[in-house]
């Protein structure tokens, strides 16, 4: 069964404070690995698709990586905007299903 | 480009009651995926559609189903509405027959609340 573990569930920074939030997975056969951002009461926001270990996107702030068996989600120099959950999501390669199955998130807050 | 909308925003049932929500995926999108959202057990899978067809469903009792229209509108329904069935329920819609394109996108959801 295809599972993601993401750490830390929460984690509080200073504006400016870069760090890393984790994502592991097992997934029998990696079709892709997503992350979004999701705000209270709102649905979650897709930021990145990865599809093989070594590949590495960027978005502002954000740039997210992947390995055989975790991604990162890099955050430089954040502002009190990025805070937010970030959600990571495996898509595996069995019966062309889109299924994605989520970790339970990292929450984020930046403080200014 | 509209994206995925999703109504009613909010719904207040009572147990035993059943409801229907509605999903509009992005235009040219075939594709529709539900997920239950709770803050215990996160987002779970639901079911997926495809050109009118169920292609995958999660572990979720019978009282849940769907149907999607030929149009790619996708219903969920839910009978005899339990208290745990309170959640946000999502819908997302991707652009599938390209293997790298297969971006989902979500709507903003609606929260049910069951008394």
């Known amino acids: 069964e295809d599972q993601v573990t993401q750490s830390p569930e929460a984690l509080r920074l200073q504006e400016g404070e870069s760090s890393s939030l984790n994502c592991s997975y097992t997934?029998?056969?990696?079709?892709?690995l997503f992350w979004y951002r999701q705000d209270p009461g709102k649905g979650p926001e897709f930021l990145f698709t990865?599809?093989?270990a070594g590949e590495e996107k960027e978005k502002e702030r954000l740039k997210a990586t992947l390995t055989k068996k975790e991604s990162f989600l890099h955050i430089t120099a954040p502002k009190p905007e990025d805070s937010a959950t970030y959600l990571c999501?495996?898509?595996?390669?069995?019966?062309?299903?889109?299924?994605?199955?989520f970790g339970k998130g990292t929450k984020l807050t930046v403080n200014p | 480009k509209a994206g995925v909308t999703q109504t009613p925003r909010y719904l207040i049932k009572t147990r035993g009651q059943q409801v229907t929500l509605s999903c509009s995926p992005i235009s040219g999108h075939r594709s529709v995926s539900w997920y239950q959202q709770t803050p215990g057990q996160g987002l779970q899978f639901l079911f997926e559609y495809f050109s009118e067809t169920q292609r995958n469903k999660g572990n979720f009792p019978g009282r849940f189903s769907g149907r999607q229209f030929s149009n790619s509108r996708s219903e969920m329904n839910v009978s005899t509405l339990e208290l745990g069935d309170s959640a946000l329920y999502l819908c997302?819609?991707?652009?599938?027959?390209?293997?790298?394109?297969?971006?989902?996108?979500f709507g903003p959801g609606t929260r049910l609340t069951v008394l």
């Open positions: 999501a495996v898509q595996g390669t069995q019966g062309g299903s889109e299924k994605l199955v």
């Open positions: 997934v029998s056969g990696l079709r892709g």
């Open positions: 997302a819609s991707s652009s599938w027959g390209s293997l790298r394109y297969n971006e989902q996108f």
């Open positions: 990865l599809y093989s």
